[in-house]
């Protein structure tokens, strides 16, 4: 089968804009392919260039080295197929969160009445129905996170990248939006609206970037090990074969997920220890 | 009585108030001739003289409003001055800002020349003004102009500037084009620091407006004020300057109106209310 995406030997080298020999490279030589409707989850110490990674896939960002592919096709510009939902806020204060759902169908030329029915449908969906015309300073952080969610997924993207999404709310607001994301993507976010319908055949493709190793195997189908940066590649890949539906906050205290928290970890302990060092020695 | 009048935010209208007939009162007293032994002037009417008079500044602005109603064509010119600088400097300096902040390298060839023009003394620029343009309006426009435009400017430049880029990024995965991001990006985010601006020019508009019709004009507020000062007019004068001052509050005041209804999305402290 095609991969969704296929990010195939890339390597960001970052020159700094004041002195052109000081170079970084954040991520060197990854390959990384991500299957149609698979749940994927990149853990890496802090620094270690996974949100580089996110933009390269998203096609905010032009690899040094190496190409990406999507469905095959290799991606120039930004990708169209994918959504992306930031770690820090990234909704237009301006808009409402109707308004700021309803943007990306109205930049795709959709009608004013059809784009603002979809967008309420989903903001129901996503527990917002009464809180359309709110700005979003006027929303709590969970709040503004679910209304991002909503704005990503009234597009109906193939492949969903999320930074750290959750990594600013709260432990209990976390786990609630941990389960609504992971019932969403097997319920097939296009359902809503009867666009399509099946099983796994609609659900999407989604790269999640966290640091958070409990929440990496709770969601996840695949999760990749980064090496502490500089040049991150990937040192491990594990399959989590946890039976789904799962909860988030029960799965973590079933024996397999211990068994494979404790696999990982192994791995993703020496990473952190050495990204902890490197920047204790650039502070 | 002092419970009911202690300064507190109820009473705040009736403060300020106080504070501006306590100024006239002082005023009045101090000028009127004859009222107080006068020891700063040498002679009695002195002071009426050099400072004018309340009682005779009020009545010359009832004269110009309701007597005579012989103002109102003057003002309404300082305002069409007052409006277009305004109205075109601000288009001007959106323009402007949005283009140079979008592309760098235009910004940066013209870079030292736009600081040159900033930092001209350009209420210089009125006498050659009234040269090119006449003696009309157009001088007095193009006077706020010169003013006006380069602090809309400065401020577009900034507010575009300084779009946070996750939006930014947010809004082209969204699949918004350059317009769309000019439109739905750019020009929201910029119209904050506009809207900052706005307060400073609107007042900037007045001033070319009025030293404009100061400097060479046959109508205008201005105007009116230049005439009373050659034949020693002072109460005229401060007339003139009372019923400018509250002009410009007004100006002011409109601004304020459209900056509520436009930016409402922004944040406001303390926006809680007590149930």
């Not at chain 1, 993703?268 to 020695?281: A, H, T």
């Not at chain 2, 064509?73 to 300096?93: M, Q, R």
């Not at chain 2, 880029?165 to 082209?172: E, F, I, S």
Request: glycine share 8%.
């Amino acid at each position: 089968m095609t991969p969704a995406l296929d990010l195939d030997g890339i390597t960001c080298t970052f020159v700094s804009r004041e002195d052109r020999s000081q170079r970084y490279t954040a991520v060197a030589d990854v390959t990384l392919k991500v299957a149609p409707g698979e749940f994927v989850s990149v853990v890496g110490p802090t620094g270690c260039g996974k949100s580089t990674l996110l933009n390269v896939a998203a096609g905010l960002l032009d690899p040094s080295r190496g190409s990406v592919r999507v469905f095959g096709e290799p991606l120039a510009g930004i990708n169209r197929r994918a959504g992306y939902m930031f770690q820090s806020e990234a909704l237009m204060p301006w808009r409402t969160a109707l308004q700021n759902v309803t943007a990306g169908l109205e930049f795709r030329g959709v009608p004013l009445e059809e784009a603002r029915r979809q967008a309420e449908a989903w903001l129901r969906r996503v527990g917002l129905g009464g809180f359309g015309d709110r700005y979003p300073h006027q929303l709590s952080g969970g709040m503004r996170k679910r209304t991002a969610l909503a704005q990503t997924l009234v597009l109906d993207p193939d492949i969903i990248l999320m930074d750290e999404p959750f990594s600013a709310l709260d432990v209990q607001t976390r786990q609630l939006m941990e389960n609504e994301l992971l019932e969403i993507w097997a319920g097939g976010a296009g359902a809503s609206d009867g666009r399509r319908t099946g099983g796994a055949g609609s659900r999407k493709a989604v790269l999640f970037i966290t640091h958070d190793l409990d929440e990496a195997i709770a969601l996840s189908d695949r999760v990749v090990v980064l090496s502490a940066g500089p040049a991150s590649r990937p040192i491990g890949e594990f399959v989590i074969d946890l039976p789904r539906p799962r909860d988030v906050a029960e799965v973590r205290v079933t024996p397999r997920f211990i068994d494979l928290h404790k696999a990982i970890w192994y791995v993703l302990r020496e990473e952190v220890l050495k990204g902890y060092q490197q920047q204790k020695r650039a502070a | 009585m002092w419970q009911w009048l202690r300064p507190s935010p109820r009473t705040l209208r009736f403060w300020q108030l106080g504070v501006l007939v306590a100024f006239f009162l002082f005023w009045h007293v101090m000028t009127a001739p004859g009222l107080v032994p006068h020891f700063l002037f040498a002679k009695e009417n002195d002071a009426a003289f050099f400072l004018g008079e309340p009682v005779k500044i009020f009545s010359r602005i009832w004269q110009w409003f309701v007597v005579k109603r012989d103002i109102y064509p003057h003002l309404w010119i300082t305002l069409v001055e007052t409006v277009l600088a305004f109205a075109i400097g601000t288009a001007a300096g959106l323009l402007t800002g949005m283009w140079l902040a979008l592309s760098p390298m235009a910004a940066a060839i013209l870079d030292p020349y736009i600081k040159a023009f900033n930092s001209m003394p350009r209420i210089i620029l009125a006498p050659i003004f009234a040269v090119w343009f006449g003696l009309g309006i157009a001088s007095k426009v193009a006077l706020g102009f010169t003013l006006v435009f380069f602090i809309v400017f400065f401020n577009v430049y900034q507010g575009v500037k300084e779009v946070s880029p996750t939006v930014l990024a947010n809004a082209r995965m969204l699949g918004a084009g350059q317009r769309q991001l000019l439109r739905h990006v750019y020009l929201p985010s910029a119209m904050s620091w506009v809207f900052s601006s706005l307060h400073t020019s609107v007042g900037l508009a007045f001033v070319g407006a009025v030293v404009g019709e100061y400097l060479g004009s046959a109508k205008g507020v201005g105007y009116l004020i230049h005439q009373a000062e050659m034949v020693f007019d002072i109460n005229t004068v401060m007339a003139g300057i009372l019923v400018l001052t509250a002009f410009a509050l007004v100006l002011d005041w409109a601004v304020g109106l459209v900056e509520r209804r436009l930016m409402k999305w922004q944040p406001r402290s303390g926006e809680t209310e007590k149930l």
